[in-house]
Antibody, heavy 118, light 108 residues
Framework: EVQLVESGGGLVQPGGSLRLSCSAS????????MHWVRQAPGKGLEYVSG????????YYADSVKGRFTISRDNSKNTLYLQMSSLRPEDTAVYYC???????????WGQGTTVTVSS | EIVLTQSPGTLSLSPGERATLSCRAS???????LAWYQQKPGQAPRLLIY???GRATGIPDRFSGSGSGTDFTLTISRLEPEDFAVYYC?????????FGQGTKLEIK
């Protein structure tokens, strides 16, 4: 059974930093691209970032480019999102998502909440 | 990036009726790279349809997808009470991936 468990969310002041982690199990983590998708309170889904299976290719939404960094450790089956220069508009539930070139975003974690507020 | 526009924003229907949800792209999307997701309150989204018309594992056959180019459709043939939720289309053929803004399917 595929499991994706996010951690690292919390309350942070504007301009601060936070690192999210996603622990994956139940599939061959190193074979698949992985992604972060967020959802602000009462809003729709927003694609944040993605990383290829070997970590060599990364992708970012314009809204986070230059502030967020996605990475992965295939030896630990873990995905990361380093977030810096955080803004109130980054407040959201952040989902870790398994990618598939065939199926799209086929498995989602339950999400971790990030709140940016003073 | 590819912009996806969903319509209508809200759809009010009764159980047993047919629902038709639309997703229009700002540029052509490969049919193999268009997906639909369902999200219920307090839950993570769930993959419904991949590659325009493929049903994900466990998805009932009342859900179907169609379309090509810039116009795609999700159809629910006969609504069940558990189908009332928010639906998102998404393209995964071009990075960064993008989502539509969602269609809320509510009980009339």
């Amino acid at each position: 059974e595929v499991q994706l468990v996010e951690s690292g969310g919390g309350l942070v002041q504007p301009g601060g930093s936070l690192r999210l982690s996603c622990s994956a199990s139940g599939f061959s983590f190193s074979f698949y691209g992985m992604h972060w998708v967020r959802q602000a309170p009462g809003k729709g889904l927003e694609y944040v970032s993605g990383i290829s299976s070997n970590g060599r290719s990364t992708y970012y939404a314009d809204s986070v480019k230059g502030r967020f960094t996605i990475s992965r450790d295939n030896s630990k089956n873990t995905l990361y999102l380093q977030m810096s220069s955080l803004r109130p508009e980054d407040t959201a539930v952040y989902y870790c998502v398994k990618g598939s070139p065939y199926y799209g975003l086929d498995f989602w974690g339950q999400g971790t909440t990030v709140t940016v507020s003073s | 990036e590819i912009v996806l526009t969903q319509s209508p924003g809200t759809l009010s229907l009764s159980p047993g009726e047919r629902a038709t949800l639309s997703c229009r792209a700002s540029q052509s999307v490969s049919s193999s790279s268009l997906a639909w997701y369902q999200q219920k309150p307090g839950q993570a989204p769930r993959l419904l349809i991949y590659g325009t018309s493929g049903r994900a594992t466990g998805i009932p056959d009342r859900f179907s997808g169609s379309g090509s180019g810039t116009d795609f459709t999700l159809t629910i043939s006969r609504l069940e009470p558990e189908d009332f939720a928010v639906y998102y289309c998404q393209q995964y053929g071009s990075s960064p991936y993008t989502f539509g803004q969602g269609t809320k399917l509510e009980i009339k």
